[in-house]
C-alpha cells in the first residue's frame, strides 16, 4: 500500500492507522507549498487533488477519509481498530463523518483559508469567528461522547485517530477544549504509532 499524505494534515489520522496495523507500506509526501496536489502527476493518482490518497496493492485508489479509514479497519480486523458488528461500525462512521464532514470541513477550512469562500478581505475575520464556533462546540460535542472514558467507542479505534488530527489543529489554533479531549490528544501522544507517524511526516 501506498498513502499520499501532507504533513499536519487530515492525512494524519490515517497515517496513524496504518502504524497502528503495523503492515508494510509507503509514504508518500504531497508538498502543498508547491501546490503538488493540483499537479498533473498526482491529479492521475487522485483527480480531486486531495490527500489521503491510498493507494492498494492491487493498484486501485481509494479516496475519502471516511471511507479509507473504514476499508482499513475491515481489511485488517486483527488490529481491533474498528468493532465487528454492524452497531458498531455505524458509530464509528457517524463520529468520524461529523469530525471530517462537520468540524474539519464546516469548522477548519473556514478558519484556515476564509479565503476559498469569498474575495472580500474584510469578510475573512467573521468567517474564521464562524469556523471557531463550529470547532468548538464540535470539541464539546466529541467530549461529551468521550465523557469518562479513554476512546470515543469504549476501545480504541478509528474514530480516535480521526479525533487526533483535529485536536492537533485545536492544540495549534489554541482553540478551547474540554479537560477530557485535551487529555485525549496527549494519551494520543504517548502512543507508539502516533510518535511514528510524527518521525515519519516530519519535513
Ligand atoms: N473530503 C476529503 C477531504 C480531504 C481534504 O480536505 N484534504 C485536504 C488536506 S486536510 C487537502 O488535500 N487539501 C488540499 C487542497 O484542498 O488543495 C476527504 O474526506 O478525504
Known amino acids: 500500500m501506498k498513502l499520499h499524505f501532507s504533513p499536519n494534515s487530515c492525512s494524519n489520522g490515517i497515517h496513524v492507522i496504518l502504524e497502528e496495523i503495523g503492515v508494510p507500506y509507503e509514504s508518500v509526501r504531497v508538498n502543498f507549498q508547491n501546490r503538488e496536489q493540483f499537479s498533473e502527476?498526482?491529479?492521475?493518482?487522485?483527480p480531486k487533488g486531495k490527500v489521503p490518497t491510498l493507494v492498494r496493492d492491487d493498484g486501485s485508489v481509494l479516496t475519502?477519509?471516511?471511507a479509507i479509514a473504514f476499508w482499513?479497519?475491515?481489511s485488517f480486523p486483527e488490529a481491533g481498530l474498528l468493532a465487528q458488528d454492524i452497531e458498531?461500525?455505524?458509530r464509528a462512521l457517524e463520529l468520524m463523518d461529523y469530525m471530517?464532514?462537520?468540524v474539519h470541513m464546516r469548522g477548519f477550512t473556514f478558519i484556515f483559508a476564509p479565503q476559498r469562500f469569498t474575495a472580500v478581505e474584510a469578510a475573512h475575520d467573521e468567517i474564521r469567528a464562524h469556523g471557531r464556533g463550529?470547532?468548538?462546540?464540535g470539541f464539546a460535542q466529541l467530549g461529551e461522547v468521550l465523557g469518562g472514558r479513554d476512546w470515543l467507542l469504549g476501545d480504541y479505534s478509528i474514530a480516535d485517530a480521526t479525533?487526533?488530527?483535529l485536536t492537533t489543529w485545536g492544540r495549534g489554533r489554541e482553540i478551547p477544549?474540554?479537560?477530557?479531549?485535551?487529555?485525549?490528544?496527549?494519551r494520543m501522544l504517548a502512543r507508539p504509532a502516533v510518535q511514528r507517524m510524527l518521525a515519519k511526516s516530519a519535513v
Open 64 to 66: 475519502e477519509y471516511q
Open 72 to 74: 482499513l479497519g475491515r
Open 134 to 137: 463550529i470547532v468548538t462546540d
Open 88 to 90: 458498531g461500525q455505524a
Open 100 to 102: 471530517v464532514a462537520t
Open 163 to 165: 479525533m487526533f488530527y
Open 41 to 46: 502527476g498526482f491529479r492521475a493518482i487522485n
Open 177 to 186: 477544549m474540554p479537560d477530557n479531549v485535551s487529555t485525549f490528544h496527549d
